[in-house]
């Protein structure tokens, strides 16, 4: 690269990785570490080469300007991509990429620790604690459910979801049964003992538990819904680690409200830092402030996978995790 591109950040990173933008690239920081508004967005497409987005910035049709934009990639920081009209994106030359891979562990784990939480009523058991409400130990005191050997039902059988049933299946016993948008390789439910099932009606009355490991974005907007959320059995768990908007908050409130289902443990909402009041009141709902891939060890590894994506780019390569 003869000359140093100008690379913004939009919020703030790992030391490490900044460390490094700053070497190879011309990089401005977000140092107040706020979110950017659509505006900020519009200048910034026309001031860098580069704009290396997080999975909360929003960037709809409007934030793309209509003349011509310098900015020639949007790097993302995570592996979600819905809140990038890529189409937008491409009708004005604009490349989009993303950190798949490495932060799939992780959120596997947020994803068996929210299972584990809501199902041991762990959240409660320690509200009642810090509050000097235990009154000690005692036979029919919090009873939860049991979820070795129980069933998993995942939607979405990608790396994350492939990393949950390997925890679920080899650490607690349990019976994996798959929903996916297309087959999965026999071999590859072969090591799981998993059973690819054809529609999520099939597969939600037949769980104990559900884990949505599935895209975001339109099309998967409230996948799970009232008419889904009835057709769970009314002591089974729903799990997101996801997106936000997969999941209708309103009809899951009302479901936990009326005890149509046993619980929930979410990491990711709809119009996060927003919660509904109707959420956060519930007593069997376990909730985290979108902890997936948030390990030093994962959120340096994006920070370097954006990096690669960039040199990549820059150098006149191919990006490996180009996705528009």
């Not at 409660?124 to 009154?135: A, C, M, Q």
Request: hydrophobic share 45%; with cysteine; aromatic share 6%.
């Amino acid at each position: 690269m003869a000359a140093k591109p100008k690379v913004l950040v939009t919020r703030r990173w790992p030391a490490a990785v900044e460390a490094k933008m700053s070497e190879i690239f011309d990089t401005d920081l977000n140092r107040a570490d706020r979110p950017l508004g659509l505006a900020e967005f519009r200048d910034a497409f026309r001031s860098y080469d580069a704009v290396l987005p997080t999975v909360t910035d929003k960037l709809p049709a409007e934030a793309f300007c209509e003349a011509p934009a310098r900015v020639k990639i949007l790097a993302n920081y995570g592996v979600g991509f819905s809140h990038i009209d890529t189409g937008s994106a491409k009708d004005r030359g604009i490349m989009v990429t993303n950190t798949p891979d490495v932060l799939s562990e992780c959120t596997a784990d947020i994803a068996m620790t929210l299972m584990l939480m809501v199902a041991r009523r762990a959240g409660e058991g320690e509200r009642e604690v810090r509050d000097g409400k235990w009154t000690g130990w005692r036979p029919t005191h919090m009873i939860g459910t049991r979820v070795s050997g129980a069933t998993l039902g995942i939607i979405g059988f990608g790396r994350i979801g492939q990393a949950m049933a390997q925890r679920a299946h080899h650490g607690f016993g349990m019976k994996i049964l798959v929903q996916n948008r297309s087959a999965i390789a026999p071999e590859v439910l072969a090591r799981y003992n998993a059973v690819q099932v054809e529609t999520i009606e099939d597969l939600l009355p037949a769980c104990d538990f559900v884990s949505l490991h599935c895209p975001g974005g339109a099309a998967n907007r409230h996948l799970i819904n009232a008419r889904r959320l009835d057709l769970m059995r009314p002591g089974a768990f729903l799990i997101n680690t996801a997106r936000g908007e997969v999941v209708d908050e309103h009809a899951l409130s009302r479901a936990l409200w009326y005890g149509t289902i046993g619980g929930a443990g979410l990491d990711v909402f709809e119009r996060e830092p927003q919660i509904p009041a109707d959420l956060l009141n519930s007593d069997n709902l376990v909730l985290l402030p979108h902890l997936g891939s948030a390990t030093r060890e994962t959120r340096e590894a994006m920070g370097f996978r954006v990096f690669e994506n960039l040199v990549d780019f820059f150098e006149g390569r191919a990006p490996r995790d180009r996705v528009a």
